[in-house]
Structures are given as C-alpha cells and as structure tokens.
C-alpha cells in the first residue's frame, strides 16, 4: 500500500511533467490551506507543483471545477486542456458528465488515486474515522483514468450499501413525513449543495427564479421541501453518490438519503449505477415495444 507521501510525490512529478510539456494549462488538484487543512488547488505553473499534496482529508470531489473549463478563455481560442485528481468515487462523476457530454474526454487528463477511504464523519468507533460514503465503497481504484497512482489497497468488505435506509423505509409513512418536514425545515436555502454538486450545472436554476409558479426563491418549508425533493428527482439515475452534497450542508441534513434511496430504485429497476461507466441513464429512455430508444 502506498502511504500519503509517495502518493503525493507522484502526483508532484505527473503534474510537472505534463505542465511543463504543454498537454495541459492546469492541475486540479489539493493543497495545504490556511487552516492547516486540504482544500482545491489550480496550479498553472510547474514551478508550483510542490504545492500539490495527498492524504486522508482530501475529500473533495474536484471534478465539479470541470465545467469551470469548458469554454475557451479568450475569443477566437480552443477550451483549455487540463488535468484533474480524482478518487474513485470522483471518476463515476467523470463519467456521468462524459456521457451527457458535458466535457470532452480529449481534453481532461485523468490522474487517478488508488484510495482507502477518506476522513470524515463516519463511525467514530472505526479506526481510522472514515467517511460514511468511503465505509459504503467498494471501489478503491478510479473506473477511469490516464494514470494511476498508487497501489490498491487491500481493505475489508464494503457494507451494504443502502442498510441505513432501512431505519427510514420502516417508518410508518406519517412518520416519515415528519422527519423528512423537520430535516427540510433546518434548510437555509445556501445552495452549498447544489454549487458542490458536478450534476448539477444548468446555467440558471430553476429553484432559484423569483417568478416561478410553482417553485421559488422562497424558505418557507412547502418551497424547501420542493427544492430538496426536486433536485433529488433531477439527479435519480445520475448521482455518483459522492455524498458532498451532505458533506457540505452547513446544517448537516441526510442528504444522502434521498439521492442514496432513488440510485437504489434505479438499481433495482434497471440494473444500473451511475458512473460505472459511460452511459447515460436508462431514465432518460422511453423503450418501446422491441427494446429501442423511441
């Protein structure tokens, strides 16, 4: 198993060597921040890449800076080209947005992280303190990739995936009402969980209009309940359940419930995960009668 260190010179050596070659004009990668932990960094210039670093507490899902890179800088010119870390989780997000050709595969370098698990809120109980979302996964290497960096390490089983559904599924429906109305009722209407979302990239919104009919800008609990309710609809067959959404809700609702509950409905229904590979989602299909798209 590689350690942090090893890893983190990898990523040092792969981000120069194709900064300084011109394939690409940034790394996305993370950096020490101000507060002594992890956070996103864009580095333009190789002699920078000694600000790039890995370990436990690089949780965030950096493929959601992509469509930050979609669109060419200046009149007249190409998009850029660049290159982006991913964990597995992170990679089905690659994924997903290939298939809705939200991004061009030629012009994403792909530097894949062999990973055990991420810091986070999970069982403190467990050693170490994983994510919930990595104590779920049963991925530790990227499902695609340019290079891989790493070794996969050997860990045990993931658990179930959806058993903490359970306890909600076996509310009766009244009380469950009740808990989702109290979960939406703390909502702030921030909007973190959306912005950190990489599915989630319509130019405006339409949770956010002050016109809409039936939905708008307000924060009574009826317009959050629609918010949460419809973003979780608009990502059913979609979300790579990276779980950021929940990661950064400064309110600390159970996001993950809702997105976790319909990926499983898909499964179910379709055989399907999102990510797994390049494919869009069986729900954006009507099948007729032979099995084709109509």
């Not at 996964?137 to 070794?151: A, S, W």
């Not at 973190?192 to 708008?216: I, K, N």
């Not at 979780?232 to 976790?260: D, F, I, Q, T, Y």
Request: net charge negative; proline share 7%.
């Amino acid at each position: 198993m590689s350690t942090s260190e090893e890893i983190t010179r990898e990523i040092r050596a792969q981000a120069r060597e194709l900064l300084e070659s011109g394939q690409v004009s940034c790394i996305i990668g993370y950096e020490v921040g101000s507060r002594g932990r992890a956070r996103p960094a864009f580095v333009h210039d190789a002699d920078d890449v000694e600000r790039l670093i890995w370990g436990p507490d690089c949780v965030h899902n950096l493929t959601v800076y992509l469509h930050d890179f979609k669109k060419p800088r200046k009149r007249g010119e190409e998009p850029p080209h660049v290159a982006v870390v991913v964990k597995p989780c992170d990679s089905r997000a690659i994924n997903v947005l290939l298939a809705e050709q939200q991004i061009e595969r030629e012009r994403v370098f792909i530097i894949g992280v062999a990973c055990e698990g991420v810091q986070g809120r999970g069982d403190p109980s467990r050693s170490p303190n994983l994510a919930a979302r990595c104590i779920r996964c049963g991925d530790r290497v990227p499902v695609v990739y340019d290079v891989l960096l790493g070794e996969p390490p050997e860990v045990p089983p993931a658990e179930d995936d959806y058993a903490d559904l359970a306890r909600i599924g076996e509310m009766p429906p009244a009380e469950r009402l009740a808990f989702w109305l109290h979960q939406f009722d703390r909502c702030i209407r921030c909007y973190a969980c959306r912005q950190v979302c990489p599915g989630c990239y319509c130019t405006t919104c339409m949770f956010e209009r002050d016109d809409g009919l039936w939905v708008d800008i307000g924060i009574e609990v009826p317009q959050k309940y629609m918010f949460h309710l419809g973003r979780a609809l608009h990502l059913a067959g979609r979300c790579a359940e990276c779980n950021e959404c929940e990661r950064v809700c400064p309110m600390g609702l159970p996001l993950s419930l809702l997105n976790r509950r319909l990926a499983r409905e898909v499964e179910t229904l379709f055989g399907y995960r999102a990510g797994r590979e390049v494919a869009l989602s069986p729900l954006l299909f009507e099948l007729g009668e032979e099995g084709s798209p109509i």
